[in-house]
């Protein structure tokens, strides 16, 4: 009998093996985030933390999701949270 594997280790795996949490990439990211907080800290982590979980444990579903509503376009809401794993190689 043939067998077809079609399993991919999840690439977010390995990229905090090469990444660097310093990098502009990244501070880019944690800007943005920030902004579309408006200064709030707290809410800022919680979407990080949130974020995180999503890259790293995509088995796993989330209880609550995030909803960014603005009247204002252009403001970076796609950006933000656009599924990065998707745009892995």
Request: with cysteine; hydrophobic share 45%; proline share 4%.
């Amino acid at each position: 009998m043939r067998k077809l594997n079609l399993w991919r280790d999840n690439p977010a795996a390995e990229w905090h093996l090469d990444g660097d949490p310093n990098s502009h990439a990244v501070q880019l990211y944690r800007q943005l985030i920030e902004f579309l907080c408006d200064g709030r800290q707290d809410y800022a982590e919680t979407i990080f933390h949130w974020s995180a979980v999503s890259l790293y444990r995509m088995a796993e579903r989330m209880r609550w999701a995030l909803l960014c509503i603005s009247h204002e376009k252009g403001t970076g809401k796609s950006l933000a949270f656009a599924n990065p794993a998707a745009a892995a190689p």
